[in-house]
């Protein structure tokens, strides 16, 4: 089992910046990726970026390319997004998720099934 407790959404004006952290605990020995989804109530989850958690590459969905940065601290097992440029059309709730089936092609990194563990979620609201 992988616990994943995450921090640092809240409020901001478009332009702003705000970095998302995600805590992982248990048994982080068995992640092989982690990713952030975003998800407005009621509609699906819309994945934003995952990073392989061995080799640190980075995948972006296109809408947040250049200006959000996934990295990864392998010490302290977190996870981090830090947003910048932030625009009204990115308030979501934000979820970090851990991938422990080494299912870590690009197109399974950007699939909600492939993760196995979730977060509870960090709501970020831009104001324009």
């Known amino acids: 089992q992988v616990q994943l407790v995450e921090s640092g959404g809240g409020f901001v004006q478009a332009g702003g910046s705000l970095r998302l952290s995600c805590a992982a605990s248990?048994?982080?020995?068995?992640?092989?990726?982690m990713g952030w989804f975003r998800q407005v109530p009621g509609k699906e989850r819309v994945f934003v970026a995952a990073?392989?958690?061995?080799?640190?590459?980075?995948y972006y969905a296109d809408s947040v390319k250049r200006r959000f940065t996934v990295s990864g601290d392998n010490a302290k097992n977190t996870v981090y997004l830090q947003m910048n440029s932030l625009e009204s059309e990115d308030t979501d709730n934000y979820f970090c998720?851990?991938?422990?089936?080494?299912?870590?092609?690009?197109?399974?990194?950007?699939?909600?099934?492939?993760?196995?563990?979730w977060g509870q979620g960090n709501q970020v609201t831009v104001s324009s």
């Open positions: 990073i392989s958690w061995s080799g640190g590459t980075t």
């Open positions: 998720a851990a991938e422990t089936r080494h299912l870590t092609t690009v197109v399974a990194l950007m699939m909600v099934p492939t993760y196995d563990y």
């Open positions: 248990g048994r982080t020995d068995s992640m092989y990726a």
